[in-house]
Each structure stands twice: as C-alpha cells, then as structure tokens.
C-alpha cells in the first residue's frame, strides 16, 4: 500500500521566547535567552534559583477565572499552543470530517504542580481526606488531547504520549502514522509541559541533572560548552496541525513543510544516561532516514536534542558523525535549548517549529553561550556558534532523548509542490 504524504498546515506556542509563533521565530533568529531568576516559587533555597518560565503570562487572557482554576499550566500551554495551529490552518466551516481528525499530545510529567499542591494540602487535614475534583483531570498527562479535542470537535483517535523528553516527537510521529495509515485527514499533534516547581526542580535538583550557574542564569544552557554543568528547564508547548496532502491541496491550505521521515529507538542501555557512543542515537536517526526514502548527504541542517548536559552531548554528535560521515562538516547543527531551555515533553514540538523557520525561510538559529568548546567535539563541525545563519534548507532533522533511553527522531522537508 502506497503511504499517504503528510504536510504541515498550522503552527501554534508559547514557549520562554515567545508566546506565539512570530515572536518565537524572531527570538530564535535573534538568539535570546530564555532563561532567568525563577518567579513561580520561592527558590532562594534551592541549588537551582533560575528556569526558563514562559514570560508576561496571564492565564486570564486566555481563560476565565474559574476555568483557569480548573486547567494545570501545562494544560493551559496544550490549549493555547493547539488553537493558534487550528487559527493558522484557517480550516472553513465543514472542510473535514470531523471524525477523520484527532489528537495526539505528549507530555512527561503532566500536571504536576497541581499534583504538588493536591498532596500537601491533603497534609493539612486531619480525619475526612479532601481533595479537588478537579485534581485527577488537572494531573494526567492524557488530559491535553482530551481538551483539545473537545475544544475543535476532533472526533478521530485522541490519547496521549509519555516517553520523558521524547514525548511530543512520539506525539508527531504517532500522528503521522493515523494519516500514513489512512485513519486520518488530519492531526492535531504537539507537547506542552509546566515543571518549574517546588517539586520539578527539587526533582531535577536531587539527579544533578541542573545547571547551577545562580550567578549568570541567561549563560546557563550553553550544550557544547567545556564549562557546561547541566539543563536548564524550561516550560510551554507546541502544536502542528498535519494533514493528508491531497486534503490540504484540495481545500487550497498553506503548506509549511512536509514530514517525510521518522524514526523511534531505544538505547536499553540506563535510565537515565544515554549510551556513550550514541547507539540508540544512531538507530532512530538511520530509521528516519530510511523511512524519508532519501540519502545521508541531502540533509541540511539537525535541530540536536542538546541538552547542555556533558553525559548528552557527546554520544549524539558521535552518533551524527556515524550517521553522516564526511557530509557532517557541509551541514549544520545547533541546540535550541541553548535559547529555550530543556521544555521536556514539550521540546521536540517546539523544536519541529525550529526545523520550520529553516526551511521555510533559511533561517539556521543559533547555539548560544558556548565560550569554549569542549576538547571533545571536532572543532569542524558547524555548531552554529552565537548567531543565526543564512542558508538554504531542504532537509531538516530534530532529535529527542528521554529518560529510559527513549529515541525520536523526525525529518522535514521543504514543500515543493
């Protein structure tokens, strides 16, 4: 059976750079910093006192006062981030079957503030537990797909992914696979994530998994850096609209980008740490490449997982120079995290946008704050080094790793009718 084509017809964010698509691509562009001193709890005795918090945010903007009680932040980012994607994808009235579109949305931890707040204040009381109604339904991570569904009459397949920092490239590739298969026309797909909190951090904290450069939190994230001490969490989210191509031409859509490739591993290696020579790495991006059907040398440009973690970055550049070979030094590479620190489930949507603002305009974005490169990483490659550059791109490639040594990866390519 011949596969269906899978293009991308509406965008949506709000992420630390901007709380919409425009103000995200030119903070890309720009190569700003997302991050800064923490200022939704008191962090002052935690060993991480700064986080990339999506900035000027008013839940009252988007929702009344009583439903904003009722929605987590990273169910607030999943609406928010879906119905700018649905606005852009400028669907008319009646123009698909409703039960031939969904939603697949990623999300590691889910609500877990809202987890947080439910358990201590459970602690108070004595006698009767007491607990919102609203608790269960603020907390799971599937609840995103749940909302937005009802939200835009999505009435096809509509469930939720949960592989740590691979989640929303799982919720893409998942999607792609309802309109590959013939299931769907189209699929709201994307990630959202709210973990800066008391426990998020504490979390992170107690791993050594964060960055505790207290003194220069805009420095922080800087993947590639000999000086690098760890991630920097950011929150928000992301969403794609993908549509069949014959769907999207026929109702005379805009075309971003097409989705040719994906690609899903696991290192079976340790919990927590990547295997050192980058062999899940390596399997999940040859299996996209496979399945995009193209060769090595044509990709242009990998938005790289990049965490700013010394035992993350070096396993997936190996596993790039395996995969690429010679071609390596003609492409280039970069971490956007350097900019939107690690947003967990949320960033490999975020950073499939990222993909699209090169292809779409040859706009590589940047690597910032790396001061000196680490002895360990070949001084050829084109890390894309403190400012955006100018080049044409056919093929893009984005990597998310997850605790649990969960591998997605995923290739766009430049719509050419």
Not at 161 to 168: D, E, G, R, Y
């Amino acid at each position: 059976m011949e596969q269906k084509r899978v293009v991308i017809t509406g965008i949506g964010t709000i992420n630390p750079l901007g709380n919409n698509v425009e103000d995200y691509f030119a903070s890309l562009e720009a190569g700003v910093s997302g991050s800064a001193p923490v200022t939704l709890f008191d962090a002052s005795n935690y060993k991480t006192k700064f986080a990339c918090e999506v900035k000027n945010y008013d839940s009252e903007q988007y929702f009344d006062r009583k439903e904003s009680k009722r929605l987590d932040r990273y169910l607030q980012f999943a609406i928010i981030s879906a119905g700018e994607a649905m606005a852009d994808a400028d669907f008319a009235e009646g123009s698909f079957d409703s039960h031939r579109a969904g939603v697949i949305w990623g999300s590691g931890i889910g609500g877990i503030k809202s987890l947080q707040e439910e358990v201590l204040d459970f602690a108070k009381y004595e006698g009767v537990p007491r607990f919102s109604p609203f608790y269960i339904l603020k907390m799971i991570p599937n609840m995103a797909s749940g909302h937005i569904s009802i939200r835009h009459h999505l009435c096809g397949p509509s469930y939720g992914t949960v592989s740590a920092c691979s989640s929303s490239t799982h919720a893409i590739i998942a999607a792609v696979d309802q309109i590959r298969l013939g299931r769907a026309d189209v699929m709201v797909a994307g990630g959202s994530e709210a973990g800066i909190s008391e426990s998020g951090v504490g979390g992170f904290n107690a791993m050594m998994a964060l960055s505790t450069r207290n003194d220069s939190p805009e420095t922080a994230s800087r993947p590639y850096d000999a000086g690098r001490d760890g991630f920097v969490i950011g929150e928000g989210g992301a969403a794609l609209v993908l549509e069949e191509y014959e769907h999207a031409v026929a109702r005379g859509a805009k075309i971003y980008a097409e989705v040719v490739g994906c690609g899903a591993s696991s290192d079976a290696y340790h919990v927590t740490a990547p295997h050192p020579e980058g062999c899940g790495a390596k399997a999940c991006i040859e299996q996209a490449i496979r399945d995009a059907g193209i060769s090595p040398e044509v990709v242009d440009y990998v938005n790289t997982h990049g965490t700013s973690t010394p035992a993350g970055d070096i396993p997936e550049l190996k596993a790039l120079i395996e995969v690429f070979g010679d071609h390596i030094y003609d492409m280039n590479i970069s971490s956007t995290k350097s900019m939107t620190g690690h947003l967990l489930g949320g960033a490999g949507a975020v950073e499939a946008l990222a993909l699209i603002l090169a292809l779409q305009k040859g706009i590589v974005p940047p690597t910032i704050n790396v001061e000196q490169l680490d002895e360990a990483i070949d001084p050829r490659l084109n890390l894309t080094l403190g400012e955006a550059q100018h080049r044409s791109v056919r093929y893009a490639l984005s990597n998310t790793f997850g605790f649990g040594g969960q591998n997605a990866s995923i290739i766009l390519k430049r719509y050419e009718e």
